[in-house]
């Protein structure tokens, strides 16, 4: 039972580069988030998505791009890297608003 | 809009002590209410939830009682080991269509021999 996956775990990208993290979950969990966690502080949320074609924008969506095209998968996109998304990248389920979150690891993305 | 509010930490302890680690929230309608534990190096995971006024959450020790009145969900802990050292975030669910989930900033607790 896998749960949450997130790849890669790591990443060093230079000013302007693109790529996309991804995340996959095998709980048939229809909401679906993205977050950030930057250094001592708190967790951001980038975008969520409530099913499959749904995506909606959370608190810091601003050079980041998401879609929903299944319900297992939910790839987060970064199109021109800045040093401001040096962060780690935690990406979560959930089956209904009252049950469980569940994290992937994380990704750890550093922007130089 | 919705918003959870925690304590600053760290939070430093003996172990043995008790442990408060307090959480106020804003929302609209009834929310559900989660606290989530952080370990070095690993995502969040669930620790205890409630999903109605009055309801206690417990788990490992841990309980919090969701008071609609003071709109709190305060993290206790009668006896806390070296074990508990982590960040513990407060969290609510949306209920208003949203279904966003919001966290606090998270507070580091840090447990002393």
Redesign the interface.
């Known amino acids: 039972n896998a749960g949450?996956t997130q790849t890669p775990k790591f990443r060093i990208l230079k000013i302007g580069q693109s790529m996309t993290l991804q995340c996959a979950q095998d709980m048939n969990h229809n909401?679906m988030?993205w977050?950030r966690q930057d250094p001592g502080?708190?967790?951001k949320?980038i975008y969520?998505s409530?099913g499959a074609g749904i995506t909606?924008k959370?608190e810091v969506p601003n050079g980041y791009n998401v879609s929903r095209s299944t319900t297992e998968d939910f790839p987060l996109r970064l199109e021109l890297a800045a040093p401001s998304q040096t962060s780690v990248y935690?990406c979560?389920s959930?089956g209904t608003?009252?049950t469980?979150?569940f994290?992937?690891?994380?990704t750890r993305l550093t922007v130089v | 809009g919705n918003s959870v509010t925690q304590m600053e930490g760290p939070v430093t302890l003996s172990e043995e002590a008790f442990l408060t680690i307090n959480c106020t929230y804003t929302a609209t309608g009834y929310p559900s209410l989660f606290w989530y534990v952080q370990y070095p190096g690993e995502g969040l995971q669930l620790l205890l939830k409630a999903t109605k006024a009055d309801d206690k959450g417990s788990n490992k020790g841990f309980e919090a009682t969701y008071r609609k009145e003071t709109t709190s969900f305060h993290l206790e802990k009668g006896s806390v080991q070296v074990s508990d050292s982590a960040v513990y975030f407060c969290a609510l669910s949306d209920r208003s269509g949203t279904d966003k989930l919001i966290f606090g900033t998270g507070t580091r607790l840090q447990v002393f021999p």
Do not use: I, P, S
């Open positions: 949450v909401y988030y977050y502080m708190g967790l949320l969520y409530v909606d959370g935690f979560a959930t608003e009252n469980e979150a994290f992937g690891q994380g």
